[in-house]
């Protein structure tokens, strides 16, 4: 689901953050375990192990966890600390994983330990941190994922930097669709659409199968108009493959419309049939309820742009625009009362912190 706050700061901190969640994985080095104890000899270590699977798969993190931490006491290899150092993190037990990752880092100089610490301190928002050990775990091995996860790590600091590190390893690995988006997000962080697009639409180039580098563009809702046709087209064919995706669909739809380039205010013909077709593969698109209450309020169908409002509210209740749209048809439909409490409630979204929200 969507959620971008007016504030441009905090709607593309939280694309940094979606294309981080998208993108990041931890590349395991093959090593020796640190004693001659490993879970394969021990039947009792590779059931807990297989448990562990089973309840990060359910979301249940904690339990995974705490199974993985009776495997390593009991088999305390390395790549079982690994694995219980990067469960920890996925239960959001911090303090217990940078001890172990500390504990394993005073025997084995490693850049999968520096990762995880780097994970560690970035969940904490300790971003000098993080920068630190994902710089260490790129020195020691370069891979994709490292310098994606360093160069990523690098845009709550720096972003001329960032920007450095992501180019670099776009050079290194020209065919990392991870790395072309990761640089394309950070661009049009700072501001660069038109070069941020065209990363993008390389990134979609390189895997046609993969819809998440045009989501992320289409999550900007900036679309350069020099790029539209190109980016028009490549909508087109991943609706052409995934004719039941809604949200493709959706984007495709705005893409079309000119919304999101240079004609703000345009209808086109059968926008809001589309808009509708996308609602029913996925019920679950707070913008497109937003863009049919627009629709039914030029239209002068001011109770059915509240009800399409309060249901992209429901869905999306952050959105400090929905409220100010919703706080305005209750003032055209003379409910005062209701027109103060969205204005209030919009109010506070605008002024609140990305902490607060």
Not at 296 to 303: D, F, I, L
């Amino acid at each position: 689901m969507r959620s971008f706050p007016a504030t441009k700061v905090i709607v593309l901190s939280m694309l940094i953050g979606r294309t981080i969640c998208a993108f990041s994985y931890q590349q395991r080095a093959s090593a020796a375990p640190t004693t001659s104890l490993s879970s394969a000899s021990d039947p009792g270590c590779k059931q807990a192990q297989a448990k562990a699977r089973d309840l990060t798969e359910t979301g249940n993190t904690s339990g995974a966890a705490a199974l993985l931490a009776d495997v390593y006491a009991r088999c305390p290899a390395y790549e079982n600390g690994l694995d219980l150092a990067d469960a920890e993190i996925a239960a959001a037990q911090y303090a217990s994983a940078q001890i172990l990752l500390k504990a394993l880092l005073e025997h084995q100089n490693r850049a999968a330990l520096h990762s995880l610490l780097g994970k560690a301190e970035a969940a904490e928002k300790n971003y000098k941190a993080a920068a630190e050990e994902y710089q260490t775990a790129a020195q020691l091995e370069p891979t994709e994922a490292n310098i994606f996860d360093f160069g990523m790590s690098l845009f709550h600091l720096d972003h001329n930097s960032a920007i450095t590190i992501l180019r670099y390893g776009v050079d290194k690995y020209p065919s990392s669709v991870k790395l072309h988006v990761g640089l394309g997000t950070v661009l049009y962080a700072d501001g660069k659409s038109l070069e941020g697009a065209q990363l993008l639409c390389d990134a979609e180039e390189l895997d046609p199968s993969d819809p998440h580098p045009m989501e992320i563009l289409a999550d900007t809702q900036i679309v350069p108009p020099a790029l539209e046709p190109k980016i028009t087209m490549l909508f087109a064919a991943l609706h052409r493959k995934y004719p039941n995706d809604g949200l493709i669909l959706f984007d495709y739809t705005m893409i079309q419309s000119g919304r999101w380039s240079n004609d703000k205010g345009s209808v086109p013909p059968h926008f809001d049939d589309s808009l509708k077709a996308a609602l029913r593969l996925n019920p679950e698109l707070p913008e497109a309820y937003f863009q049919l209450s627009l629709i039914s309020a030029q239209q002068g169908h001011n109770e059915e742009a509240i009800r399409l409002l309060k249901r992209a509210i429901s869905l999306d209740p952050r959105k400090e625009e929905y409220h100010y749209r919703l706080a305005f048809a209750y003032r055209k439909a003379g409910d005062e009362a209701r027109f103060r409490d969205e204005l209030n409630e919009f109010q506070r979204l605008h002024t609140a912190t990305p902490n607060d929200q």
